[in-house]
């Protein structure tokens, strides 16, 4: 039919330019982690509340969203010594909602493969704000009246407690808004949106890296600490001549 035609079609565009977005952040983080010698990883998990809005026919349908979960894998790094960060990785959700139509209950589940690519602004050494998009792909049984590809905007607000000198705890908080209708019905309507809490660990694969993070005050030159005790110790002699 053509609507499967179309959505071929789009899958396959779907496909290309996800395999292009890869592609320049494997280059980015390869070329720029080896300059800024090192990046962070980080492994999360935490919960996922999804609840989409739709429009059939031009009557709203009043979905209830119920908790699922999420964990994935991020990498950083940051933009040529700037508070800015470039942070990628892999996500996957799973939850369920539903809604009433006549008295009976319908339920969908929610199984995603979501690609974040965030740009995060660090005001200080713990607490970051990241804004960008997100790729998404629906795993298993979908439902035939949407198509799997959904891509949107991504909030992401970030708080980092250090641990240990390469690890740190992380606490992110995250809000997604759809913009693609994934209604394969060009009459319909069907966005996302999704609240995310997650929690997990970062591990900083360098240590110039990290002690870039920890400290960002200059350190102070050992020529200078030297010549502040040199001169102590001659204020300290001409003391010592002038009253003993």
């Known amino acids: 039919s053509p609507i499967f035609c179309l ?3 789009r899958g396959r565009q779907r ?5 292009r977005i890869l592609g320049f952040l ?3 983080f390869v070329f720029n982690g080896t300059a800024q010698a090192g ?3 980080t492994a999360l998990g935490g919960f996922n509340f999804a609840a989409p809005t739709q429009r059939i026919s031009g009557v709203e349908q009043h979905w209830i969203g119920d908790s699922g979960t999420g964990y994935g894998l991020l990498i950083s790094s940051d933009i040529f010594s700037t508070p800015f960060d470039l942070e990628a990785g892999v996500i996957l959700l799973s939850g369920k909602y539903e809604r009433d139509n006549s008295g009976q209950t319908i339920t969908r589940k ?18 970051g704000l990241g804004l960008g998009a997100y ?20 909030l992401s607000i970030r708080a980092k ?22 209604a394969i019905n060009s009459s319909d309507l069907y966005n996302t949106r999704s609240v995310q809490f997650f929690a997990g660990f970062c591990f900083t694969l360098s240590k110039d890296h990290a002690s870039q993070k920890v ?20 204020s300290g002699a001409s003391f010592s001549e002038r009253y003993c």
Do not use: C, W
């Open 7 to 9: 959505y071929r079609s």
């Open 15 to 19: 496909i290309l330019f996800i395999m």
């Open 26 to 28: 494997s280059l980015f």
């Open 39 to 41: 990046f962070d990883l």
């Open 110 to 127: 929610l199984d995603v493969t979501q690609i974040p690519i965030l740009i995060r602004y660090s005001f200080d050494d713990q607490v």
């Open 135 to 154: 790729l998404s792909y629906s795993r298993g049984i979908r439902d035939p009246a949407l198509t799997a590809g959904d891509q949107g905007l991504l």
């Open 161 to 182: 407690f250090h641990v240990l000198p390469p690890i740190s705890l992380i606490l992110d908080a995250r809000y997604q808004h759809g913009l693609a209708n994934m």
């Open 215 to 234: 400290s960002k005050e200059p350190a102070e030159p050992i020529t200078t600490s030297v010549g502040n005790v040199f001169s102590a110790a001659v």
